[in-house]
């Protein structure tokens, strides 16, 4: 299990990206840094999100791969409202430096750093 710390990467509202801004998973990854999907299905509870947000009270879900064969974060189990996808997740890498797209709550996608990796 690793745990990935991904930033907000540079936007017009954060310019300089914001380090106070993003989330913490703890999934499990292949040598290559691409997500395990067969370690991910048998240790899901295990596979969790924290969404901190410059200040605001913290969220915190699980990683889950829904019916339709998507990526999300979810925060209250079978509410699909609040689950934010993650636009190709199982062929990112997560290495730092790497870059991913997160749909989020309030419907905006943006992108984000994965600055750590442990």
Known sequence: MKTIRLELARSKEFPDGSAAHGYVIHAPLKRDGHLDVEAW???QDRCTVRRFWGG????RGLLI???GRRWAFSYVAGDDADDE???????HVFRVGEYLSITEHDGIERTFRVADVS
């Open 65 to 67: 791969h829904t019916a």
């Open 41 to 43: 299905r048998k240790e």
């Open 85 to 91: 996808p993650i636009f190709r997740l199982d062929s």
């Open 56 to 59: 605001t009270e913290e969220e």
